[in-house]
């Protein structure tokens, strides 16, 4: 079955950078495109980034663009986030996600916490 594993989240300063990795399993990764989500306290679960099956084609939210960097290591089955100049309006919850195109099965990782705090 299919299975995300999220890591890398934790408390950092304003201005600094984290990684989130997220492990995938269950499914054929290269053919999948993937996705990094967001949820505040109180608020929707947003789109952070998109990534294609080959890593050409990638989109981002106007809040993270040049400060975020969404990648893949298709040989590893990753998923990755690069978080830089982080601001406290980034804490959140962040959730790998992949939809399969067939069937349209929504496909969620178990999260991991990102704080920006001094």
């Known amino acids: 079955q299919v299975q995300l594993v999220e890591s890398g989240g934790g408390l950092v300063q304003p201005g600094g950078s984290l990684r989130l990795s997220c492990a995938a399993s269950g499914f054929t990764f290269n053919t999948y495109v993937m996705s990094w989500y967001r949820q505040a306290p109180g608020k929707e679960r947003e789109l952070v980034a998109r990534?294609?099956?080959?890593?050409?084609?990638?989109t981002y939210a106007d809040s993270v663009k040049g400060r975020f960097t969404i990648s893949r290591d298709n040989a590893l089955q990753t998923l990755y986030l690069q978080m830089n100049s982080l601001k406290p309006e980034d804490t959140a919850v962040y959730y790998c996600?992949?939809?399969?195109?067939?069937?349209?099965?929504?496909?969620w990782g178990q999260g991991t916490q990102v704080t920006v705090s001094s």
């Open positions: 990534i294609s099956p080959l890593g050409i084609s990638k």
């Open positions: 996600n992949v939809v399969d195109p067939q069937t349209q099965a929504i496909y």
